[in-house]
Nanobody, 123 residues
Framework: QVRLVESGGGLVQSGGSLRLSCVVSGFSLEYYAVGWFRQAPGKEREGVSCISSSDGVEEYTDSVKGRITMSRDNAKNTVYLEMNTLKPEDTAVYYC????????????????WGQGTQVTVSS
């Protein structure tokens, strides 16, 4: 059974940092790309970034460029999203999702999704 579990969200002050984790079970993450998406209240879900099976990172949201770091630990079947200099507009539910090998931006291209973790940034 494929399962993705996000963690690491919470309440943080503006300017702070968080590291989100996405733990995957049910298959080896080695040949999969993992994307992070977010959905803010009243807005559509948007792509944040993605890390490919070969560790290439793509950033999809201009507002987070330069403030995020993605990494993966295939031995732990885990992908991380570190976010720095957080802003109130980063407040959202953050989701991870997987697809084979390489990154694509549209969320419809992703096969499995987690339930999300809430990130709230206070001003």
């Amino acid at each position: 059974q494929v399962r993705l579990v996000e963690s690491g969200g919470g309440l943080v002050q503006s300017g702070g940092s968080l590291r989100l984790s996405c733990v995957v079970s049910g298959f080896s993450l080695e040949y999969y790309a993992v994307g992070w998406f977010r959905q803010a209240p009243g807005k559509e879900r948007e792509g944040v970034s993605c890390i490919s099976s070969s560790d290439g990172v793509e950033e999809y949201t201009d507002s987070v460029k330069g403030r995020i770091t993605m990494s993966r630990d295939n031995a732990k079947n885990t992908v991380y999203l570190e976010m720095n200099t957080l802003k109130p507009e980063d407040t959202a539910v953050y989701y991870c999702a997987v697809r084979a090998y390489y990154c694509l931006r549209p969320e419809a291209e992703y096969d499995y999704w987690g339930q999300g973790t809430q990130v709230t940034v206070s001003s």
